[in-house]
């Protein structure tokens, strides 16, 4: 029982296999207009049989009309009649026509034969496309014209042979022969002049052999077709031509691939194998589907150069070097001809394997001095970094130093083999290594550059502020190698600078404690005018608690306001320590605090605009207010001293990532050629003057804050231009 059911199984696989190829399986009609052994059609089989023959998807029927015999309409009504017997129950899926009788065949019988079916014709000689078009076939029909080129071999006839006076033209009076008659004599008047041509297409072989026996040397024949004589005598493709070449003393030229190897030299010649191999292409498209419309009539025919070996040489003929692609058979077998590329190919790998030995030794010997000069060079760069003041080092992607020079190994009271090898940690304190760190990430990411400063603090208690200034260097093959540090010990030019800054703000110290005075005469004024109302309610015996609390109530507003003033010079003096986010309006407004009452009462109208109150700036917040004051403080000098102009307005603003202040005067424009010079240290046109104030104002906002300050004259109008970071820039 189980054997049985085994089976069952087995057989229903079987038959289920079978019945999905059935039904995916493609089945083709080749129909040939000649007979089997014609090479034509047999060149034509060979690569249909080659390209579906095998296929699996694929079943090919092949057969032949054998027109060249006969070709009458009762023979083609007969072959309708056999044909519908033999294919009434085939259910075809493409036809293939070859050649001018079976494509006529498919379009006569098409609706009774083939009908709806998609059809691929190859080798039609003078094909009409109207021919598709009357028989409404076109929405079926697609395929490969054959078209022989006259014109081409007779121009190669005429190349090969520049001395040739006469041309035999040798055809037949199939149909093919008279389509390529009607070709012929419309390309022979081109050669009236050049050539003479006799043409010969109704002759009997042998009045045929004795004119081509008679022919002079300085003839050529171009053989078109001869399947049938005169005399009604058929040949095979090949008998025909063995017969005539026997007796030839005239080289021979053909149009079709066919002749070759059987008696002519080769020509510009119609390869069936070509046609083929085209019309291949188009039944492939055609089988997945597409429709035959769209696949273009391929109306150029694949024709090329063909010659016998053997025949050429016969006739010792050479092919020029203007044609240049072309196939030769019969070649005798030649190593270099067969093994052109290898034996190319092995003298270029002998001359390179010469010339890269050659090369080798050369550069074997360069090799040798550049490793002389590098090791100089190495000695010498090594006494160069040394001799430099800054402490120097370079790391490794990993952070690991691979190289200093001796002031860096000094800074650290180390020798330079105590530092490679090493990393921040093992000399910096951890939050200084850290960020060391992250800066060196950050670097390596933007493949750019940092500038910063830090304080350095050692084990000993002493403590150095630091400049670096770091980048990335890259190995020799674009890839990056490490980072590059360079340290500069600023601590003296920093101390310098506060220095500067506090002399500065000295010097604006005579000017802030008139400024104090102006504002402590109004409170001053207050505080005795309740003084003597405390007197006088004493003496009208009038003082109460009430009264007396009133009194210090408004004594003590009075104090305050003294006391605030002497704060805001207090906050003045005392230097910025680090950098930070502070807002640019309410700095202002702390100098104007300081300044406000004493340009009040010089008559100077102050205009402030600020488009947003909460604009932020970065930096040292006491430095940056100096410079606020200095700008400020010399416009209402210039005002007072030039007695013109009265007005000074300032306005903050927010550019992106900066706030800008700007400070404008209409008391007279900057001279010309001072302009340049206001900045620069111990500059001055006042003769009590320090020229501090502006040079100091210039390194605070450019070198401390990273900013920039100019001026610039607009008429009469004097502008300083303020720009400053909002928040810490990322290098």
Request: net charge neutral; proline share 2%; hydrophobic share 40%.
């Amino acid at each position: 029982m189980y054997f049985f059911k085994k089976s069952f199984f087995l057989l229903s696989i079987f038959f289920l296999f079978e019945l999905s190829a059935s039904v995916t399986q493609k089945d083709i009609l080749l129909i040939h207009s000649y007979h089997r052994g014609y090479k034509w059609s047999d060149d034509i089989s060979k690569v249909i049989d080659k390209n579906f023959d095998n296929r699996d998807d694929v079943s090919l029927t092949t057969v032949y009309m054998d027109t060249k015999k006969v070709a009458t309409p009762l023979y083609f009504d007969r072959l309708f009649e056999l044909y519908d017997e033999r294919f009434r129950n085939r259910g075809f899926d493409l036809i293939i026509a070859a050649d001018n009788n079976a494509l006529e065949f498919v379009i006569r019988y098409h609706e009774h034969l083939f009908k709806d079916l998609p059809v691929v014709f190859l080798g039609i000689n003078n094909f009409d496309e109207a021919m598709i078009y009357e028989n409404n076939m076109r929405s079926y029909t697609t395929g490969v014209v054959e078209a022989v080129d006259i014109k081409k071999n007779i121009d190669l006839i005429l190349n090969l042979h520049p001395k040739l006076k006469k041309i035999l033209i040798i055809n037949d009076h199939s149909r093919t022969g008279f389509a390529i008659k009607r070709d012929i004599f419309k390309v022979l008047p081109i050669y009236k002049n050049r050539v003479e041509f006799e043409y010969v297409d109704n002759m009997k072989i042998s009045n045929l052999k004795n004119k081509v026996t008679n022919l002079s040397k300085d003839t050529a024949i171009l053989w078109v077709l001869l399947f049938q004589d005169k005399a009604g005598k058929y040949f095979t493709y090949k008998e025909s031509l063995e017969e005539v070449r026997e007796i030839s003393n005239t080289p021979i030229y053909g149009l079709w691939d066919f002749y070759l190897g059987e008696g002519i030299v080769g020509g510009v010649l119609t390869s069936a194998a070509s046609q083929a191999e085209s019309a291949s292409i188009m039944v492939e498209d055609l089988l997945k589907g597409v429709n035959p419309r769209t696949v273009p009539i391929l109306t150029k025919s694949p024709n090329k150069y063909m010659f016998d070996y053997n025949e050429l040489q016969k006739y010792k003929i050479q092919i020029p070097s203007s044609i240049k692609n072309y196939e030769i058979i019969n070649k005798p077998f030649s190593f270099y001809e067969t093994y052109k590329k290898l034996v190319w190919a092995t003298i270029g790998t002998l001359f390179i394997i010469t010339i890269i030995l050659i090369l080798l030794t050369i550069n074997v010997r360069r090799r040798k001095k550049t490793e002389l000069a590098l090791t100089n060079q190495l000695k010498f760069i090594g006494v160069l970094m040394d001799t430099i003041p800054n402490p120097l080092n370079y790391k490794d992607l990993d952070g690991v130093y691979i190289g200093c020079n001796k002031a860096f190994a000094d800074f650290f009271n180390k020798n330079k083999e105590e530092i490679i090898g090493k990393t921040v940690f093992d000399f910096f304190q951890k939050d200084s290594a850290l960020k060391h760190l992250q800066k060196d990430a950050m670097l390596l990411d933007t493949h750019g550059t940092a500038n910063f400063e830090e304080t350095f603090h050692f084990s000993d208690g002493r403590s150095r502020v630091v400049s670096y200034n770091k980048t990335v260097y890259e190995n020799i093959d674009g890839s990056i190698g490490g980072i590059v540090s360079v340290m500069d010990d600023i601590t003296k030019r920093i101390q310098q600078e506060q220095f500067m800054i506090q002399q500065s703000k000295l010097a604006e110290m005579g000017e802030m404690v008139e400024a104090i005075a102006h504002q402590w005469n109004e409170p001053l004024v207050e505080l005795s005018a309740i003084l003597q109302d405390m007197e006088f309610s004493y003496v009208q015996d009038e003082m109460n608690e009430k009264n007396m609390k009133e009194f210090v109530n408004e004594s003590m507003v009075q104090i305050q306001y003294m006391s605030h003033t002497l704060k805001d010079f207090r906050n003045f003096l005392k230097p910025s320590t680090k950098k930070a986010i502070f807002c640019a309006k309410k700095a202002l407004d702390d100098v104007l605090e300081i300044l406000g009452k004493q340009i009040f009462y010089s008559h100077i109208k102050l205009t402030v605009s600020c488009s947003n109150k909460s604009i932020n700036a970065y930096g040292y917040e006491s430095e940056f207010k100096q410079v606020l004051l200095n700008i400020i403080n010399n416009a209402k000098k210039k005002i007072l001293s030039a007695k013109k102009g009265n007005n000074i307005n300032i306005s903050i603003k927010s550019i992106k990532d900066y706030a800008q202040i700007r400070i404008s005067d209409n008391g007279g424009a900057i001279p010309g050629d001072i302009i340049g010079l206001i900045f620069d240290a111990y500059f001055t046109t006042n003769k009590d003057g320090t020229g501090l104030g502006l040079y100091m104002a210039k390194v605070i906002i450019e070198d401390k804050m990273n900013g920039k300050i100019q001026v610039y004259n607009d008429k009469e109008v004097v502008t300083f231009d303020i720009i400053v970071p909002s928040k810490e820039m990322k290098i």
